[in-house]
């Protein structure tokens, strides 16, 4: 009997030309029927949001390649499960990514990328977002700066379709890879969310006919120390790759009984 083909579904946030997704569907083509649906625009640090406000529309680049003209990672997601796949086949797997820089801590509240696996979990389907950290020396002419990523999600894709996926519904892994060549990175290590210190950055500019307007600014890049588990900062801070278990339950449980008394 001929082996069943595992589908895998391919989202991201920094749009259907990134190189960086297009170095994850090279990698992933040998172990499934890849199909993408990717956003036409970077939709970078729009959460988990879904169009509601107008109408959405494919449009095929090639076989299996989509864009979605103009949506986000969650729009990608919910509509290509509800509509490029039949009800009862949906994929395998959703990987989201390869987002160009690190989702680590707090910020992946804010991550697209992290939202088209949120969407998929969700929607029943196990889901990984996978992010690459970038330093100043990395460069898309050096030939090797997805490289230790695509070879991690390959890794970590087989040992799910050889055994099975390690959550429990309603959870999924969030990956992050160190600026590092394969041959540098220590390893890897399960995580925490780390935890960022923001700031409130925006520059303001007047126009020309003299209507003030804003920039958001940069994000802050420190972080807290934290304590016990080794938290995803941390892990690539060392060298190492972070995967941490995320999961939509965004109850403070710890505190019910507190509040219980409280109110």
């Given at each position: 009997m001929k082996k069943d083909i595992k589908k895998i579904l391919i989202t991201n946030d920094d749009g259907f030309d990134s190189p960086a997704l297009l170095a994850l569907i090279k990698?992933?083509?040998?172990?499934?029927?890849?199909?993408?649906?990717?956003?036409?625009?970077?939709?970078?640090a729009?959460?988990?949001?879904l169009t509601l406000t107008k109408p959405l529309r494919f449009v095929e680049l090639e076989k299996g390649f989509f864009k979605l003209d103009d949506g986000t990672p969650t729009d990608c997601v919910f509509l290509a499960l509800h509509k490029l796949y039949e009800a009862n086949y949906h994929p395998?797997?959703?990987?989201?990514?390869?987002?160009?820089?690190?989702?680590?801590?707090?910020?992946?509240?804010?991550?697209?990328?992290?939202?088209?696996?949120?969407e998929a979990v969700l929607q029943g389907v196990p889901a990984i977002?996978?992010?690459?950290?970038?330093?100043?020396?990395?460069?898309?002419?050096?030939?090797?700066?997805y490289k230790l990523a695509t070879e991690t999600i390959v890794k970590v894709v087989k040992k799910i379709f050889d055994g099975s996926f390690p959550l429990s519904p309603r959870k999924f892994l969030n990956i992050n890879i160190p600026a590092l060549k394969p041959n540098e990175c220590r390893g890897i290590k399960i995580t925490k969310t780390g935890s960022r210190v923001y700031t409130n950055d925006a520059d303001?500019?007047?126009?020309?006919?003299?209507?003030?307007?804003f920039w958001i600014g940069l994000v802050n890049h420190e972080w807290?120390?934290?304590?016990?588990?080794?938290?995803?900062?941390?892990?690539?801070?060392?060298?190492?790759?972070?995967?941490?278990?995320?999961?939509?339950?965004?109850?403070?449980?710890?505190?019910?009984?507190?509040?219980?008394?409280?109110?």
């Open positions: 990698a992933l083509k040998p172990l499934g029927e890849v199909t993408t649906v990717a956003p036409t625009l970077e939709k970078s729009c959460g988990h949001s395998d797997i959703v990987i989201s990514g390869i987002n160009i820089g690190a989702n680590m801590g707090e910020d992946i509240t804010y991550s697209g990328t992290a939202s088209g696996a949120m977002a996978i992010s690459q950290d970038f330093s100043d020396d990395m460069s898309e002419r050096d030939g090797w700066e303001s500019h007047i126009n020309p006919r003299g209507v003030e307007y807290r120390e934290t304590t016990g588990q080794i938290s995803d900062v941390g892990a690539v801070k060392s060298g190492f790759v972070s995967i941490t278990p995320i999961h939509l339950d965004m109850t403070s449980h710890d505190d019910i009984r507190e509040l219980e008394s409280w109110i």
